[in-house]
């Protein structure tokens, strides 16, 4: 094990160079700049899963939309590279970013789809606000299966409000090992 041991952690540290931007903004700026210097894209997320109560919900509500206003300019500045910045013969965005629903809102519970679903989306509809303002990205991310219904919900539901309804940056990540993910899908593009 002494052998072992330093080199196990001379790779996590490399792992989580590469796969964690940083504890805080400038350093997910360096992080995501190198990225792309390697002509890589990436989507930032905050690290945790379901806020436990409200108030941790509201700081992870706030914490998204600092790192929409923070790093959404910078980003502009980058030199153009064709690859990372066309998609589909338009312009990509430059800062893509992934949320967990759980932790917008500590109360999520598969028994008040409902209820849930309503709460999300009030806050999640100023993160999006800021992000197609600012010409960014959200991905949605799938979470356990016990709450699959609601985050299809909130998805569907924003998206066909006016404001969001002809944008084409909002995303989903569905998990493609379930076997009713493609009925998941069917549904979406229906």
Known sequence: THIAAPTVRYALRGLARRFMGGSRLHQALATVSDLRHQQMNFSLDLLGEASLSETEAEAYQHAYLNMIDELSEPLTHWSKQDLLDQHHGRPSPRLNVSIKLSSLYSQMTAADTAGSTKAICEKLRPILQLAKQRGAS???DMEQY???HIVLQCFRDILLED?????PDAGIALQAYLQDTKDDLQSLIN
Do not use: A, G
Request: aromatic residues 28%.
């Open 146 to 148: 016990d709450f699959k």
């Open 138 to 140: 959200v991905t949605l």
């Open 163 to 167: 404001e969001f309804h002809q944008w």
